[in-house]
C-alpha cells in the first residue's frame, strides 16, 4: 500500500466507525471552547468536562471572569491539575480578549496564539471547532497514531501535522482530527493496546510498531 493508499484506509474506516462525531470537550460557543481547551492540557476531557461547569456558572464570558481573582479560578479549576498556570492564563486571556478584542475570541492564529497560556494546538482546535476553519490540531494521540500507521515520522508534532495536512484532504480535516483521537482512545491507546481490536493499525501499521507489539506478547506467554 502507498502512503495515499494508506491515507484513504484511514478515512473510509474512520467513517464507518464515527458517522456522526461528537465533541470531546463540552462547551457553548468560542469563549467556553478556548477555556475547556487552555484546561485539557495534561488532563483528560472527561475531568474537564466535570469542572468547567462550576466555572461556568460564575463566568462564561470574559467580562465576568476578569471579576473573579486567579486565586478564585485557581481554586475551582484546581482538580485539572497546573492550576497555578493555567488561572493565570484563563485571567490573563480574558481581560486580552475585552482590551483588544471587544470580548470576542479572535479567529486567526496569530491573535490566538498571541493569547497567555494558548499554544498553537488550542489554537488549530478553537479554529476548526469554533469556526469551522480548516485545521488538523495534533494531541498525543494523533501524533501517536500517525506514526503506528507509518504516515509520519513521529519526530514531533509539528512534523505529524505538517504529514497530515499532505495526506488528508483539507475538507475533511475538521472531522477527521476528531474522529482519530476517538479511535485512539477506543481502539489504538497508549497503554492496554489490544492490535486485535486495533484494525487500522493490524492492516497498514509500521512493521517495527508491529514486531514489537508481537515480542511483548511473546514474551508474557
Given at each position: 500500500?502507498?502512503?495515499?493508499?494508506?491515507?484513504?484506509?484511514?478515512?473510509?474506516?474512520?467513517?464507518?466507525?464515527?458517522?456522526?462525531?461528537?465533541?470531546?470537550?463540552?462547551?457553548?460557543?468560542?469563549?467556553?471552547?478556548?477555556?475547556?481547551?487552555?484546561?485539557?492540557?495534561?488532563?483528560?476531557?472527561v475531568?474537564?468536562?466535570?469542572?468547567?461547569?462550576?466555572?461556568?456558572?460564575?463566568?462564561?464570558?470574559?467580562?465576568?471572569?476578569?471579576?473573579?481573582?486567579?486565586?478564585?479560578?485557581?481554586?475551582?479549576?484546581?482538580?485539572?491539575?497546573?492550576?497555578?498556570?493555567?488561572?493565570?492564563?484563563?485571567?490573563?486571556?480574558?481581560?486580552?480578549?475585552?482590551?483588544?478584542?471587544?470580548?470576542?475570541?479572535?479567529?486567526?492564529?496569530?491573535d490566538?496564539?498571541?493569547?497567555?497560556?494558548?499554544?498553537?494546538?488550542?489554537?488549530?482546535?478553537?479554529?476548526?471547532q469554533?469556526?469551522?476553519?480548516?485545521?488538523?490540531?495534533?494531541?498525543?494521540?494523533?501524533?501517536?497514531?500517525?506514526?503506528?500507521?507509518?504516515?509520519?515520522?513521529?519526530?514531533?508534532?509539528?512534523q505529524?501535522?505538517?504529514?497530515?495536512?499532505?495526506?488528508?484532504?483539507?475538507?475533511?480535516?475538521?472531522?477527521?482530527?476528531?474522529?482519530i483521537?476517538?479511535y485512539?482512545?477506543?481502539?489504538?491507546?497508549a497503554?492496554?493496546?489490544?492490535?486485535?481490536?486495533?484494525?487500522?493499525?493490524?492492516?497498514?501499521?509500521?512493521?517495527?510498531?508491529?514486531?514489537?507489539?508481537?515480542?511483548?506478547?511473546?514474551?508474557?506467554?
Amino acid at each position: 500500500m502507498t502512503k495515499q493508499e494508506k491515507a484513504d484506509f484511514v478515512i473510509n474506516t474512520l467513517k464507518q466507525l464515527y458517522p456522526t462525531i461528537p465533541v470531546p470537550l463540552d462547551h457553548k460557543d468560542p469563549y467556553t471552547l478556548l477555556i475547556a481547551v487552555l484546561m485539557s492540557a495534561q488532563c483528560t476531557d472527561v475531568r474537564v468536562n466535570q469542572i468547567t461547569p462550576l466555572l461556568f456558572a460564575k463566568a462564561d464570558n470574559p467580562y465576568d471572569m476578569i471579576k473573579l481573582s486567579v486565586e478564585e479560578i485557581r481554586e475551582i479549576i484546581k482538580p485539572v491539575g497546573l492550576s497555578p498556570m493555567k488561572s493565570k492564563g484563563i485571567y490573563g486571556l480574558s481581560h486580552i480578549l475585552i482590551d483588544k478584542h471587544d470580548g470576542e475570541v479572535p479567529q486567526t492564529y496569530e491573535d490566538l496564539e498571541a493569547l497567555p497560556a494558548v499554544g498553537h494546538k488550542t489554537a488549530a482546535v478553537v479554529m476548526s471547532q469554533a469556526f469551522g476553519i480548516p485545521a488538523f490540531p495534533v494531541d498525543t494521540h494523533i501524533h501517536r497514531l500517525m506514526y503506528r500507521w507509518n504516515l509520519t515520522n513521529g519526530k514531533n508534532v509539528v512534523q505529524t501535522e505538517r504529514d497530515a495536512k499532505r495526506l488528508f484532504p483539507e475538507d475533511i480535516w475538521n472531522d477527521l482530527h476528531l474522529q482519530i483521537i476517538w479511535y485512539g482512545r477506543q481502539y489504538s491507546p497508549a497503554r492496554g493496546w489490544d492490535l486485535e481490536k486495533d484494525i487500522i493499525t493490524k492492516t497498514i501499521g509500521r512493521a517495527r510498531v508491529l514486531e514489537d507489539y508481537y515480542k511483548k506478547m511473546k514474551s508474557k506467554i
